[in-house]
């Protein structure tokens, strides 16, 4: 009989194989935001993988700096302090180890932050407090911000919709449901060796907003699902990180915009052994009560929505019942 030495902080978080080489997902899907050709790239990748990296976004070095260090710095406090920080749940602030509602577990802590409509912090968020902290959040949060609305824009473009604005406004309007959270998912050497397992950071899921752009610190660990597994089944391949670009993922509000046209990606995160990852996710979605149905002009002649009816606020509820690994669309199937 084996003997696990499990240590018991890691006993509730599942674990998952640990990622080799042969897994890195070599192929991800490059968008120089600044060359012609971008609109069309995004389309593509969108429709292939629900995924890719941006470059060429003009975000300068120095906000991301700034951001991820007095971040390194929130986290590196004592677990007192940051508790006061917290709960993140209701419904915005520090958390440790749990994520949503449901019982679902990942071996990180993060803070999870409403934006508001001039893409700062909100107010109605306290934490953090730290005032350097905060400044350098609401810098980073207003240029990510910004590559969101361009990328949207750019994928409006490319889908041959005649507003450029369509899918953008939905994350400018007023009322518009912007989330930002930064993650830090510390190392988990007790894992190393144990049959090639490492912790769970991060359990496999959809975001359901419109779409996400996330950025980490270098440390590798996110994963997506991409087609080719054999016999219809995902394969889950890693994504070389990088510290200068931003990851874009397509959001199940998004893949019902476009009918399906867009794939909302299955993703996830494995904690590295050694080095702590820390990332920035902004999630851009819109107003409450907006109306997520196929965009009319996307919709070939007799082509019919393949949802049912719902409003952003509906899904947000709905999803919050749910675990992080379901498939949160599919009560909203026809
Ligand atoms: C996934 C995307 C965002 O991180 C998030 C997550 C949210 C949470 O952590 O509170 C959810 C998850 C996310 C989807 C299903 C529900 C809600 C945890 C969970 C089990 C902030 C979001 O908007 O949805």
Known sequence: MVVLANPPVVDQIPLLRSPGPRDSFAAVPVVDLSRPGAARAIVD????????????????????????SEAVRFFAQAQADKDRAGPAYPPFGYGSKRIGLNGDMGW????????????SLSDSCAAP???????ALNEYVA???????????????GLGIAAADTLSAMVTEQGSDQVFRVNHYPPCPALQGLLGCSATGFGEHTDPQLISVLRSNGTSGLQIAIPGGGAGAARWVSVPSDRDA?????????QVLTNGRFRSVKHRVVTNSLKSRVSFIYFG???LAQR???????????EESLYKEFTWGEYKKAAYKTRLGDNRLAQFEK
């Open 285 to 287: 979605g819109p107003p």
């Open 246 to 254: 931003f990851f874009v993922n397509v959001g199940d509000s998004l």
């Open 108 to 119: 990180l802590e993060y803070l999870l932050l409403a934006v508001d409509d001039s893409a």
């Open 143 to 157: 240029a990510v911000r910004k590559v969101a609305v361009r990328v949207l824009e750019a994928m409006a473009e």
């Open 129 to 135: 407090s730290n005032a350097a902290f905060r400044a």
């Open 292 to 302: 997520i149905a196929p965009l009319p002009e996307l919709l070939g002649e007799g």
């Open 45 to 68: 990748a969108c429709e292939r993988f629900g995924f890719f990296k941006v470059v060429g976004h003009g975000v300068s070095p120095d906000t991301m700096d700034r951001a991820e």
